[in-house]
């Protein structure tokens, strides 16, 4: 006899379950021919054991595998790793429209927010004061002075011009026309008081002084009169090129050819990011030319200070 999933009208059973029916229907014949007293011959018995374990183990295998529990869950590394940060996305310029690099303006932001540099100024200031020699004292300290101040000027309009989108004050035209203004002028008065201190200190006169004073001149003249207008941002650049080509290469020159060299290393620290800003490259969306040309200026104003603090006899 098989159960009632066998009979007709129902589902039929999977194999494994017809293979158990099977073995049943095999004991249950068993037990009867014990009770009535025949006797199953043990061929026909054996033959009919073997038939019901091969149908119950092909039953078995095919029975679906099921994965390991372990593998339906993803494994905890995988789900929680992190995903990479996306690039910060900076707005444009207002005037021109170029693009913000992601770091622009990240140097001079850094060392105006913590301060780092205007300490570092004071401290050249005081440093060289301390060794000054009391004759002729007010004159030199004057031009050390202006030397601070021209940089640290210029790196408060950087830092106000390249990271506005970041300041309160945000992105505008009027705004970003008033620092880019300033920042033309600061660059030259950072070239201007280079050249005045050097001159001193090479003891080569004032005639190259008087002519990078001529060039701010025009700058701030063509910065506030022609600038935004193509002819102006031309002008202002073709001037700035003349102060550091012409004025400070020609003092490195005379440096060269003098007992003082310290001159020449100063302009290498200059030179290196003035040549990258002048053929823009690199072009990154990251960090490009313009961000290697504020590191430059940076060095070069630390450099200037230390070689004056050199010459003066602190170290």
């Known amino acids: ?26 004991s249950h014949q068993i037990h009867r021919t014990r009770w009535t007293g025949h006797i199953m011959p043990s061929r026909t018995f054996l033959a009919l054991l073997a038939a019901a374990r091969v149908s119950a183990w092909r039953g078995h295998l095919r029975r679906p595998l099921q994965p ?4 339906l869950q993803p494994r905890r590394a995988e789900a929680a790793a992190p995903e990479p940060p996306a690039t910060e996305v900076r707005p444009p310029y207002a005037l021109s429209g170029l693009e913000r690099p992601t770091y622009r303006g990240t140097v001079m932001g850094f060392l105006h927010d913590t301060g780092a540099w205007y300490a570092l100024s004071a401290a050249y200031v005081f440093a060289a004061l301390s060794r000054l020699p009391r004759p002729g004292r007010l004159p030199a300290l004057a ?7 021209a940089s640290s000027f210029s790196l408060y309009i950087t830092d106000r011009y390249h990271n506005a989108d970041k300041r309160r004050e945000g992105v505008s035209e009027d705004g970003e026309l008033a620092n880019l203004r300033c920042d033309y002028v600061g660059i030259s008065l950072v070239l201007s008081t280079n050249l005045w201190l050097w001159s001193r200190n090479l003891g080569i006169g004032p005639r190259l002084g008087l002519w990078s004073a001529a060039a701010t001149a025009h700058v ?8 935004p207008r193509y002819a102006g941002h031309v002008a202002v650049k073709l001037t700035l090129a003349t102060q550091f080509v012409g004025l400070l290469g020609a003092l490195v020159i005379v440096a060269a050819r003098s007992a003082v060299p310290a001159c020449a290393a100063i302009y290498a620290a ?28 940076i060095l070069g104003n630390v450099m200037s200070m230390g070689f004056d603090l050199y010459l003066l006899g602190l170290f």
Do not use: I
Request: proline content about 8%.
């Open 1 to 26: 006899a098989l159960p009632m999933s066998t009979r007709s009208g129902a589902q039929p059973s999977p194999p494994g379950e017809l293979a158990s029916a099977q073995a049943y229907a095999l």
């Open 68 to 71: 390991p529990r372990r593998q």
């Open 143 to 149: 031009l050390r002075t202006a030397l601070v101040a």
């Open 220 to 227: 701030l003249a063509q910065s506030v009169a022609v600038v």
């Open 270 to 297: 200059y030179a290196w990011g003035f040549v990258l800003y002048a053929f823009k490259v690199p072009k990154d969306a990251v960090w490009g030319y313009h961000e290697y040309f504020h590191a430059s200026n």
